[in-house]
T-cell receptor
């Protein structure tokens, strides 16, 4: 099976930059998507196909994908960005795969 | 605006069948190139994709759940459904329905990203 590895938690000071990684074997060959999930709410797509932002998502959210690691970057972090973040890919053997999720805390 | 709404029993007994329906508004489930999906999340844990059904009725399931899952379309009511058999406490979770875009993989359409989600419904497996 294809596995995606995310850090359990990331802490970032208000106004600074948060970087959330998603590790997978040759992940650069896959389309990586990112979701934000706040407590008690459904996930929301924030980045699709590595680097694309859906309509309504602030420019502060950006994505990259290289080698074995994809990264979601949140610039000028706000209190409202506190949430769990999940990466997701499609794999030919296991179909849809989600990472374990990363909890972002704003200090 | 596309909206999805899950419905079904919130409590299911062990060994029985979990049945959920997702009603879609703002889009037709029988048109366009989309997969209609079920995803679940046990309390405090990560998201787990259960499976998806294409607009033509073809299905794709998570290999780990495949033996217990059936999905179907009801185009007259613009709904799609999930049945999960022989449930145990490990199936207790919030169940989401979601629409997935497609991408091409060697000429075949496969699931890409999930752009619209329902609010989710909690299903508890307990006697």
């Amino acid at each position: 099976s294809y596995d995606l590895t995310q850090p359990l938690s990331v802490s970032v000071a208000l106004g600074q930059t948060a970087r959330i990684t998603c590790g997978g074997n040759s992940i650069v060959s896959k389309n990586v998507h990112w979701y934000q999930q706040k407590p008690g709410q459904a996930p929301v797509l924030v980045i699709y196909r590595d680097t694309n932002r859906p309509s309504g998502i602030p420019e502060r959210f950006s994505g990259s994908n290289s080698g074995n690691t994809a990264t979601l970057t949140i610039s000028r972090v706000q209190v409202g960005d506190e949430a769990d973040y999940y990466c997701q890919v499609w794999d030919s053997r296991t179909e849809v795969v989600f990472g374990g999720g990363t909890k972002v805390t704003v200090l | 605006q596309v909206q999805l709404q899950e419905s079904g029993p919130g409590l299911v007994k062990p060994s029985q069948t979990l049945s959920l329906t997702c009603t879609v508004s703002g889009a037709s489930i029988s048109s366009g190139s989309f997969y209609w999906n079920w995803i679940r999340q046990p309390a405090g844990k990560a998201l787990e994709w259960i499976g998806g059904i294409y607009t033509n009725g073809s299905t794709t399931y998570n290999p780990s759940l495949k033996s217990r899952v059936t999905m179907s379309l009801d185009t007259s009511n613009n709904e799609f459904s999930l049945k999960l058999t022989s449930v145990t406490a490990a199936d207790t979770a919030v169940y989401y329905c979601a629409r997935a875009m497609l991408t091409l993989y060697f000429g075949s359409g496969v699931l890409d990203y999930f752009d619209y989600w329902g609010h989710g419904t909690l299903v508890t497996v307990s006697s």
